[in-house]
Nanobody, 123 residues
């Protein structure tokens, strides 16, 4: 699976930004698609994910209510709408995909990664 994620950029606090991630290759390998982010000096954090077998979405507590992940099945693309952005959302965002649940966790076990895109939120 090859993941391509254009977008990213800089935005003022409380503003919106939208990311996209297009997947190519075996669709059975990307039943889960989402993003992880990593800020300097911090661990990588899984942010949202979409599970296309059940149409369920999952979010970390840090972004719940502000971020929305949505799929476009026709183009095998997922979008991440980020609203009410905060300076602490500043990070490199990586699109990620995997085929199945990992130890019952949506946020672990991703096997395919995009090249990453920088999101910077200024106060």
């Amino acid at each position: 699976v090859h993941l391509v994620e254009p977008g990213g950029g800089s935005v003022q606090a409380r503003g919106p930004l939208r990311l996209s991630c297009a997947a190519s290759g075996s669709t059975a390998s990307n039943n889960f698609m989402g993003w992880s982010r990593q800020a300097p000096g911090k661990d990588r954090e899984a942010v949202p994910a979409f599970y296309n077998r059940g149409g369920n979405t999952y979010y970390s507590d840090s972004v719940k209510g502000r971020f929305t992940i949505s799929p476009d099945n026709a183009t095998n693309t997922v979008y991440l709408q980020m609203d009410s952005l905060k300076p602490e959302d500043t990070a490199m965002y990586y699109c990620a995909a995997k085929a199945r649940w990992y130890l019952g966790r949506w946020y672990d076990g991703y096997t395919y990664w995009g090249q990453g895109t920088q999101v910077t939120v200024s106060s």
